[in-house]
Every structure is written in C-alpha cells, then in structure tokens.
C-alpha cells in the first residue's frame, strides 16, 4: 500500500522559513515525478513545485519562484520543499504528490494527507 506521510507545517510569521518533507512508502519512486500542491480556503489546489525523477527537471508556479526549493533523495524516497521568505498568502494546506508521468498539468497517482502552513502578517 502506498503512503506519502507529510511533515513539517506549522505557523510562522512573515519572513520566516519552514521545510516540509514527505517520505513514501509501498513501492520504489525512483521513476516517478514528486511535488507540492497548496490548497488555500476557498481556492482549488494548484501545483506549486516539482520535480522529475532524475532531479534534473523542475517546476515552479511564479508566485514562489525565487523563495521556495524543491529537492528529492531517492535513496529515502523522499521529497522536500524549502519554503524562505513566506508571505500570509502562502497559507495553505500542502500536499506531497507523486506520478508515474509529469505531475505538472497532470493529476497525481498519490496523494499526502495534507499538512497546514499558517504565516502570520
């Protein structure tokens, strides 16, 4: 079975920092595309970052171009993002994903459960 467990959301203030990780388990990913989607209240969940199995390909949505890293180690099979200089408009439930093919522009095959980023102004 499958699994993508998610950690490392919380609150912080304007300015500040946090890294999310998501470590998958059930299988090998070493294949497969992993990413980040945001959902904020009352939005849809958009893609914010990917990246291809081999590291070398990446996405980033514009607004956090420049702020944000996206980074993978397929001996842990495992994805992070490196969130710096978070504004309030980055508050958001994250979600790990992982596909078989591109991610961007293509829905996941696996889902995380979801972890809240809260940055107050």
């Known amino acids: 079975q499958v699994q993508l467990e998610e950690s490392g959301g919380g609150l912080v203030q304007a300015g500040g920092s946090l890294r999310l990780s998501c470590a998958a388990s059930g299988r090998t990913f070493t294949t497969y595309d992993m990413g980040w989607f945001r959902q904020a209240p009352g939005k849809e969940r958009v893609l914010v970052a990917a990246?291809?199995?081999?590291?070398?390909?990446?996405y980033w949505v514009d607004s956090v171009k420049g702020r944000f890293t996206i980074s993978r180690d397929n001996a842990k099979n495992t994805v992070y993002l490196q969130m710096n200089n978070l504004k309030p408009e980055d508050t958001a439930v994250y979600y790990c994903?992982?596909?078989?093919?591109?991610?961007?522009?293509?829905?996941?095959?696996?889902w995380g459960q979801g972890t809240q980023v809260t940055v107050s102004s």
């Open positions: 994903a992982v596909g078989g093919g591109t991610i961007v522009g293509h829905a996941p095959d696996y």
């Open positions: 990246i291809s199995w081999s590291g070398r390909s990446t």
